[in-house]
């Protein structure tokens, strides 16, 4: 059987989940390294989703929770969900680099409130 390379991102966020389940994932400690990877890998997503925070009919991703960001990933991974935008970018990431985006846009503050 060939051996199973787990990475830095898997080990972090095992660590984080141990004994802290019931905090969300924004909340939880995650390795700073994980944080400034996934700001480095950001750049793609902010070219259409908002650093401000912004719905200009792309939905801001800023302080979504990690399980959440990944789940959606899967999602336009499987198929579930077709966007051809969003499709072409989760296939081309790997496990890791959704993890460390997914706690790097949790990591932020939320949407501002919506004026009227």
Known sequence: MPARRITAVQIMIGLSMTGTASLPLSAQ???AKVLRYGE???RECTSCHSREGADNGIPS???????IFAETFKYYQSGTRTNPAM??????LDEEQIQALAHYFASLPPNPPKKP
Do not use: C, F, R
Request: proline residues 0%; charged residues 15%; aromatic residues 0%.
């Open 29 to 31: 400690t995650v390795d």
């Open 40 to 42: 480095h890998l950001s």
């Open 61 to 67: 991703i800023l302080g979504m929770s990690a399980d």
């Open 87 to 92: 499709v072409s970018v989760a296939e081309s």
